[in-house]
């Protein structure tokens, strides 16, 4: 079977060659779009698809997999649609135009209810940059390599900032919850502290 990475670089020539990678990353691609936007997602999606079909000629695999690379077009659509969701919220005479992701959203979609209110109170005290490290390492399991990838930071930089957003969620979750022992953990249980598999 073809890796992606072979894949991407025949799609070049040959644009049959790109229909696998829709059909090996379409759902971890709309979960991803779903946890941060919620209904938009379908029509993001194919946005990034379009996008990425558009651009494939651009993919380099020097710089990392298929993967960060498709989840790095679709960071910055996610980004895009926020950025029109707050001018419009601005126009309308809503919001501040401040980072007003409706993380409520985002809590409906985890499982651990008990602790919402104290995990979207965590969360909210984490540089963006934290948070989105975090999230794509805890939810899109992509390991600290690919998340340095798609965040456009170098990976020595990615795994302080996660350690530095695990290390304070651990403290900010306890002080919320009161309870540090129904934290569920706030790494990818695949990956290593390195970035490598378990």
Do not use: K
């Amino acid at each position: 079977m073809e890796t992606d990475e072979d894949l991407a670089d025949r799609s070049r020539h040959d644009p049959a060659a790109f229909e696998p990678l829709v059909d090996r990353h379409a759902a971890a691609l709309h979960g991803y779009l779903t946890r941060r936007c919620g209904p938009a997602a379908d029509d993001l999606l194919s946005e990034v698809w379009l996008a990425a079909y558009a651009r494939r000629a651009d993919y380099d695999r020097a710089l990392g997999s298929v993967r960060s690379w498709l989840f790095g077009i679709a960071r910055n659509h996610v980004l895009a649609h926020w950025r029109r969701a707050a001018s419009a919220a601005r126009a309308s005479g809503h919001g501040n135009g401040a980072d007003e992701h409706d993380w409520s959203a985002v809590d409906a979609r985890l499982d651990a209810a008990s602790l919402l209110p104290a995990l979207r109170a965590a969360l909210n005290e984490l540089t963006a940059d934290e948070r989105e490290l975090l999230l794509l390492i805890a939810w899109e399991q992509l390991t600290p390599s690919e998340a340095a990838q798609v965040t456009g930071i170098p990976p020595g930089t990615a795994r302080s900032r996660l350690h530095r957003a695990r290390t304070r969620m651990r403290g900010l979750l306890g002080a919320h919850s009161g309870a540090a022992p129904g934290v569920p953990p706030l790494t990818n249980p695949t990956v290593s502290a390195n970035g490598g598999s378990a």
